[in-house]
């Protein structure tokens, strides 16, 4: 069966530093995967899309890495900051109008 | 204004209660979605309606009754509620036609307690 693998565990990472949060998928040939954003309390945000045929996305300190052949994407906060304390979701999809399903996402703590 | 909203934020009931959640979205997308979020945190989608068609539906109890009256409403009502059926409901809409992109766009959420 399909399955999305997130570490679970809390990533605690000090202000300034390069948060780096695995997303490993399993039975899957995604042709894009989405990254998101959960803070306590809230809906889930969209931060950044990558499609299979596309290495690496940028967008302001976010980076997102796409290895189809690792199964594999990583994501990356650069200089990080408290304020991007937050749960962080992938959500790996087929083909658009297939069904969006999330990994069970990594929390952040960024300390100052 | 708000994109995605719904209604109510919090909901607290009887086992064995019927209730409903509201959901409604501004934003013109075409499809919308109902995703449950339990304790441990793990969002799973139930339903998902494009053009007001349901073209997911998740192995969910059929006490789950979802309704889409127009592209810009999606509802869920709830027969028979159980104490497992607590937990956040999250509603979202993403345009997958012409030229979107299926980002979702999630509402604040629907904190259901079944006592």
């Known amino acids: 069966s399909q399955k999305i693998e997130q570490n679970s565990e809390a990533l605690n990472i000090q202000e300034g530093k390069t948060a780096t949060l695995t997303c490993n998928y399993t039975?899957?040939?995604?042709?894009?995967l989405q990254w998101y954003r959960q803070d306590p309390g809230r809906g889930p945000v969209f931060l950044l899309l990558?499609?299979?045929?596309?290495k690496e996305k940028r967008k302001e300190r976010l980076k997102v890495t796409f290895d189809t052949t690792l199964k594999q994407s990583l994501f990356h906060i650069t200089a990080s900051q408290p304020a991007d304390s937050a749960t962080y979701l992938c959500?790996?999809?087929?083909?658009?109008?297939?069904?969006?399903?999330f990994g069970g996402g990594t929390r952040v703590l960024v300390k100052p | 204004d708000t994109a995605v909203s719904q209604t109510p934020k919090y909901l607290v009931t009887q086992m064995g209660n019927d209730k409903s959640i509201k959901c409604e979205q501004n934003?013109?997308?075409?499809?919308m979605y109902w995703y449950k979020q339990d304790s441990k945190k793990f969002l799973k989608i139930m339903f998902s309606?494009?053009?007001?068609?349901?073209?997911i539906n998740e192995t969910v109890p059929n006490r789950f009754s979802p309704k889409s009256p127009d592209k810009a409403h999606l509802n869920l009502h709830i027969n028979s509620l159980e104490l497992g059926d607590s937990a956040v409901y999250f509603c979202?809409?993403?345009?997958?036609?012409?030229?979107?992109?299926?980002?979702?766009?999630f509402g604040e959420g629907s904190r259901l307690t079944v006592l």
């Open positions: 979202a809409s993403s345009q997958e036609g012409g030229r979107g992109r299926g980002e979702l766009f």
């Open positions: 039975n899957y040939s995604p042709a894009y």
């Open positions: 990558i499609r299979e045929n596309e």
């Open positions: 959500a790996p999809r087929m083909t658009a109008g297939n069904k969006l399903t």
């Open positions: 934003l013109g997308h075409d499809t």
């Open positions: 309606y494009n053009n007001k068609e349901l073209i």
